[in-house]
């Protein structure tokens, strides 16, 4: 099989009438990679992401899955890419979009509200909200896919990027809405909060939408503890305890500094080994409060 994508997260190969998706122990924050490996990481997300895909199916919802093939490769439905844009008059294609939606003020969302970007009253909120409040309305947003770093989008932008017309952004929504009361339904019975996630989508022959890429996982999605977060206290089950271990080292503000002033990025340094052995095992066992299978 032939390699065709190498991205962040996972490996991509030509498999004839399907793709092969290899999920590496690699693991990214803020858009970048950082230096170190995460022992079983590649196999949680694979075997997460395959659990809500046939939960998907058993909802006659579309997706591009089609076997897990080993504990890290997953066969899937392959679509054309087009990273520019895509047409509303176009069949069987990757929408270059990320869709993502809030039900939580947390992580860039909250940086956002800080710095006004995002107008906290046109939330709802008579004042600035608190890091881990939850909303009164779920916050959907779309943003790039194939730009170096993620942008949040306007609907006319996010419509003409990805080939939509208005209709069918808001069936996406609603069906994303689908998936994450499913979502929270399952997960709450482990005492999780499914706190925000992002979704990847392809339109089918039929222009019908279908669920692609990877959902629910430790990587894509932001899960809390349930139990802390009834006692004030929000506690991080996620690819999030990296980000904010990098906030906490002050890598976050130099970062978006330079992005800001358009300067050289710095390099992003490796964790520590003692994290590394943390953030493994966190994945190994959110596999198994998300599915509530054993590893």
């Known amino acids: ?5 190498t991205g962040k997260v996972k490996d991509v190969y ?3 009438d399907s793709l092969l998706f290899k999920f590496s122990d690699r693991i990214s924050v803020f858009d970048k990679i950082i230096p170190v490996m995460i022992p079983d990481k590649g196999a949680s997300i694979c075997r997460t992401s395959s659990f809500w895909f046939r939960t998907l199916n058993e909802m006659g919802i579309a997706n591009h899955f089609i076997e897990e093939k080993g504990k890290n490769e997953m066969v899937v439905k392959k679509f054309r890419i ?3 844009s895509g047409s509303k008059f176009m069949i069987d294609y990757l929408v270059p979009l990320e869709f993502v939606m809030r039900y939580y003020v947390a992580g860039s969302f909250m940086d956002r509200i800080k710095s006004g970007k995002v107008d906290y009253r046109e939330l709802g909120f008579s004042k600035m909200p608190e890091h881990g ?3 009164e309305d779920p916050y959907f947003e779309m943003t790039t896919k194939f730009e170096k770093t993620d942008r949040p989008l306007d609907m006319e932008e996010a419509m003409s990027i990805g080939g939509l017309d208005r209709y069918e952004v808001m069936e996406i929504k609603e069906l994303i ?3 994450d009361r499913r979502i929270q339904s399952e997960v709450g019975k482990r005492g999780l909060i499914h706190a925000d996630g992002k979704k990847e989508l392809a339109m089918g022959l039929e222009r019908e939408i279908c669920v692609v890429d990877t959902f629910g ?3 894509e999605d932001r899960f809390w503890e349930e139990s802390e977060y009834r006692n004030g206290n929000i506690v991080e089950l996620s690819k999030e305890m990296v980000r904010q271990y990098y906030r906490e080292i002050g890598y976050h503000d130099q970062l978006y500094s330079a992005r800001e002033k358009n300067l050289k990025e ?3 340094t490796a964790l520590p080994d003692k994290m ?3 953030v493994s095992d966190l994945y190994r066992k959110m596999y198994e409060r998300i599915t509530g299978k054993k590893w």
């Open 1 to 5: 099989m032939n390699l065709i994508r």
């Open 14 to 16: 030509d498999n004839g």
């Open 82 to 84: 087009f990273e520019n």
């Open 133 to 135: 409040q939850m909303l």
């Open 177 to 179: 809405l689908r998936i």
């Open 217 to 219: 996982t430790a990587d």
């Open 266 to 268: 710095p390099d992003i």
């Open 276 to 278: 590394v052995l943390q």
